[in-house]
T-cell receptor, first 114, second 110 residues
């Protein structure tokens, strides 16, 4: 069990650029979640997948954000035309498919917008 | 987005003291989770609770799922320096998204 892996760990980019983050879940976990965490706050839900199907999206996920999980394994989160307010830690978590199964988190990608 | 009410926001304690923190929600949950987060890392699961009234321990940590299903608490006994960090409660009901508190920042003075 190698845990949830996220790449890159840090990303610094200029406002207006596009960025893409990758998450590799724990291998037997069907569910994959994306969260955003800002300073002094808890993680806030963005979206989740069961296998390759994106089942729910938060209102926080504006149309500049898109997430994919094409083969039901790793996932990518893309932010287009980044804005200052997008600066945050983006966390990925995975779990077994039962809704009672706890989510296990990766170490996140810290995004800084200049 | 919705968040849970977690208290206290921060605590400064002496090494060896016991710690208690709690979390309340306006909604009923059927799962409560407690996580610890160190700087620059993701949250690490400490304890998961699935039944109202359930009391679960993990070493020096004990957590309870409140009878009303709207609250939970976490106790840490005999604190040590490595307990320093931010503790988050989280809960959900059925397939609804996991909702987190704002965290309790724990500092331990040796």
């Amino acid at each position: 069990d190698t845990g949830v892996s996220q790449d890159p760990r840090h990303k610094i980019t200029k406002r207006g650029q596009n960025v893409t983050f990758r998450c590799d879940p724990i291998s037997e976990h069907n569910r994959l979640y994306w969260y955003r965490q800002t300073l002094g706050q808890g993680p806030e839900f963005l979206t989740y997948f069961q296998n390759e199907a994106q089942l729910e999206k938060s209102r926080l996920l504006s149309d500049r954000f898109s997430a994919e999980r094409p083969k039901g394994s790793f996932s990518t989160l893309e932010i287009q035309r980044t804005e200052q307010g997008d600066s945050a830690m983006y966390l990925c978590a995975s779990s077994l498919p039962d809704s009672n199964q706890p989510q296990h988190f990766g170490d996140g990608t810290r995004l800084s917008i200049l | 987005g919705q968040q849970l009410n977690q208290s206290p926001q921060s605590m400064f304690i002496q090494e060896g003291e016991d710690v208690s923190m709690n979390c309340t929600s306006s909604s009923i949950f059927n799962t409560w989770l407690w996580y610890k987060q160190d700087p620059g890392e993701g949250p690490v699961l400490l304890i998961a609770l699935y039944k109202a009234g359930e009391l679960t321990s993990n070493g020096r940590l004990t957590a309870q799922f409140g009878i009303t299903r709207k609250d939970s608490f976490l106790n840490i006994s005999a604190s040590i320096p490595s307990d320093v960090g931010i503790y988050f409660c989280a809960g959900h009901r059925g397939n609804t998204p996991l909702v987190f508190g704002k965290g309790t920042r724990l500092s331990v003075i040796a």
